[in-house]
Nanobody, 114 residues
């Protein structure tokens, strides 16, 4: 059975940083591209970052460009999203997504507030 399990969310002060993790199981993780999305309160889900299966190519939404890093460890079947200089507008539920069968995780909440 395919699973994506996010973790690492929480309450962070503006200017802080956070590392989100997404642990995958049930498929050959190293063969598939991965993405992070987020859904702010009352808004639609939006793209955050993308990484190819090898980790050789990454792409970011303009909203996190320069403040986020996506990377993966294929040996641990895990993809990460490191966020820096967090702003209140980064408050959202963060989801990871696999191109394997268009699989979504359950999400992890990030709240940026003083």
């Amino acid at each position: 059975q395919v699973h994506l399990v996010e973790s690492g969310g929480g309450l962070v002060q503006p200017g802080g940083s956070l590392k989100l993790s997404c642990a995958a199981s049930g498929f050959t993780f190293s063969l598939y591209d991965m993405r992070w999305y987020r859904q702010p309160p009352g808004k639609e889900r939006e793209f955050v970052a993308y990484i190819t299966n090898s980790g050789g190519t990454t792409t970011y939404a303009a909203s996190v460009q320069g403040r986020g890093t996506i990377y993966r460890d294929n040996g641990k079947n895990t993809v990460y999203l490191q966020l820096y200089n967090l702003k209140p507008e980064d408050t959202a539920m963060y989801y990871c997504y696999s191109t394997y069968r268009s699989t979504w995780g359950q999400g992890t909440q990030v709240t940026v507030s003083s």
